[in-house]
């Protein structure tokens, strides 16, 4: 079983910066696989990042390519969102994710979920 905590959500205006970070509980943590997921208001929730176990391997959606970075820290069981160059579009609620199957950037992939942290980019 793994707990997950969000973290760092807030307002920003367009262009600035924000940094998630999601704390896991259990002892297995190095062992998942860590996804970044988001939901705006009416639409359906989507890919964001992922990061394997060891943090080597990291995967983005286009959207965020190039701006947002996941990293984690297996001493500390967390993984972190740094996101720059905000854009409204990127106003959600942000949700941490563990797979222990591969993760990736399908919903069904991830076995636990945090509560979410809302993220607003104001224009």
């Known amino acids: 079983q793994v707990q997950l905590v969000e973290s760092g959500g807030g307002l920003v205006q367009y262009g600035g910066s924000l940094r998630l970070s999601c704390a896991a509980s259990?002892?297995?943590?190095?062992?998942?696989?860590m996804g970044w997921f988001r939901q705006a208001p009416g639409k359906e929730r989507e890919f964001v990042a992922h990061?394997?176990?060891?943090?080597?391997?990291?995967y983005y959606a286009d959207s965020v390519k190039g701006r947002f970075t996941i990293s984690r820290d297996n001493a500390k069981n967390t993984v972190s969102l740094q996101m720059n160059n905000l854009k409204p579009e990127d106003t959600a609620v942000y949700y941490c994710?563990?797979?222990?199957?591969?993760?990736?950037?399908?919903?069904?992939?991830?076995?636990?979920w945090g509560q979410g942290t809302q993220v607003t980019v104001s224009s």
């Open positions: 990061i394997n176990w060891s943090g080597g391997i990291t």
């Open positions: 259990g002892r297995t943590f190095r062992t998942y696989y």
């Open positions: 994710a563990a797979s222990a199957r591969g993760g990736g950037s399908g919903l069904r992939s991830y076995d636990y």
